[in-house]
């Protein structure tokens, strides 16, 4: 028998409930899989978004990335209407008039041969581990249902079966076995233990360009020129999660371009749907893509009208390197702000860009009670793992908004 709420408690309309009363149906309702902050947003704009009391809080998270634009976005959610009105899906089993274009703009932002759309980020790694795997039966020769598949420790590239079985987090790994075979993991940042698990049935190298869910760590100088020479040398794939790293986050388009890296597969997502949908990618050559044919792999979603319409207006923005630039001249301001942190409340500062990992003083706070004292200073952040805040504000951001959440962090670090 299904669990009823009593009549008694459930308010009349929308306006008669308060927060606790929206929390309460989330923890009623809702599979408790996520820690939310004692927060209900209702409105949004920008940089800042308003709870359901009307008080406003600077988003210093930007949904991990998905609002690189902000909240609404004047042009995205324009793009968006207007599909609106004409056709949001048709599935692929229909041409529409927005895959082409979709595809072709996308390809042209990022240097790409072809464009393989999906919707989540998770399902883009999906699609490149398959990808990566038919690739080495059908042209390396790798010995079939034997393709092993490099990747990092510490890692984050989504929540599926495949994926979880190559975490070496434990939370998000533990209770969900059996695994799925074909992988190897070592060490991020260390090529010389990368150069020693390539084998003949390696198939591709996966990996996190700056890991986010780790807390925003950079690879050592010339890691992962390192890592391209490696695949280059052994007829590797380097595949590069650019899902929480790309799309003008760290001040160019793939945080690979600070070193001059080329992948030969990019997964993207987050920031494609403009925080409006989910939208992703698998982007690259042609001759690894083109081993898809028909039949062999899809999404009823993938593709559609509606994302491609906004990913498109999403490529528009990214076209013009004014987000790229506001990255790289706001993140260097952001940057010099927190490390002044340093000694104070914190022991390091990580990241590029408009990202970035503070280290929390351990003994001190928690990740998780600074969020919680961030949220009482008017500050929307998260932490990851125990003892790291990760910051990552929309790119709309201003220097005097990234001055008053670094205020509010230098705050909270006191106490």
């Not at 150069?195 to 690879?219: F, K, S, Y």
């Not at 013009?320 to 702000?337: K, M, N, P, S, V």
Request: charged share 20%.
């Amino acid at each position: 028998m299904t669990a009823t709420v009593p009549p008694a408690a459930v308010p009349h309309s929308a306006a008669d409930y308060s927060a606790a009363d929206y929390i309460a149906l989330d923890n009623r309702w809702s599979t408790h899989n996520y820690h939310p902050l004692p927060v209900v947003i209702s409105e949004a704009d920008g940089a800042w978004v308003t709870d359901v009391h009307g008080r406003r809080y600077l988003d210093f998270l930007a949904g991990y990335s998905a609002l690189n634009f902000g909240h609404r976005h004047p042009a995205l959610v324009a793009a968006a209407v207007e599909q609106l009105h004409k056709v949001t899906l048709t599935s692929r089993a229909f041409h529409h008039d927005q895959l082409g274009l979709f595809c072709r703009e996308l390809a042209e932002l990022t240097g790409a041969d072809l464009v393989l759309p999906m919707n989540s980020g998770a399902e883009a790694v999906e699609s490149a581990i398959k990808v990566a795997r038919k690739w080495a039966y059908q042209v390396k020769g790798v010995p079939e249902n034997t393709a092993e598949i490099i990747v990092a420790g510490d890692n984050f590239h989504g929540r599926t079966t495949t994926i979880v079985s190559f975490s070496t987090d434990p939370v998000a790994r533990r209770d969900f076995g059996p695994y799925t075979p074909g992988f190897t993991v070592v060490d991020y940042g260390d090529a010389e233990a990368l150069a020693t698990a390539i084998t003949d049935r390696t198939a591709a190298v996966l990996v996190e360009p700056i890991q986010g869910e780790a807390g925003v760590l950079t690879p050592p100088p010339g890691y992962l020129r390192e890592v391209r020479r490696l695949c280059d040398d052994h007829n590797v794939l380097l595949i590069a999660d650019e899902i929480q790293s790309g799309l003008a986050r760290t001040g160019t388009l793939f945080a690979l371009d600070h070193e001059g890296v080329r992948a030969d597969l990019y997964t993207l997502g987050k920031a494609l749907g403009g925080g409006i949908l989910p939208v992703s990618a698998v982007v690259g050559r042609a001759d690894v893509l083109g081993v898809l044919k028909p039949g062999e792999h899809g999404s009823t979603f993938g593709g559609n009208p509606l994302a491609c319409a906004v990913g498109r207006a999403v490529i528009r923005l990214l076209s013009t390197g004014e987000f790229q630039e506001r990255a790289t001249t706001l993140g260097a301001h952001l940057h010099r702000r927190l490390a002044e942190l340093v000694g104070h409340g914190a022991t390091e500062i990580r990241g590029r860009g408009l990202w970035a990992g503070v280290e929390i003083t351990p003994g001190t706070l928690t990740g998780r009670a600074a969020s919680e004292a961030l949220m009482s200073q008017g500050v929307l952040c998260k932490e990851t793992h125990d003892n790291t805040l990760r910051v990552a504000p929309p790119l709309v951001i201003t220097e005097e908004e990234i001055d008053r959440g670094v205020a509010a962090i230098a705050t909270i670090l006191a106490t």
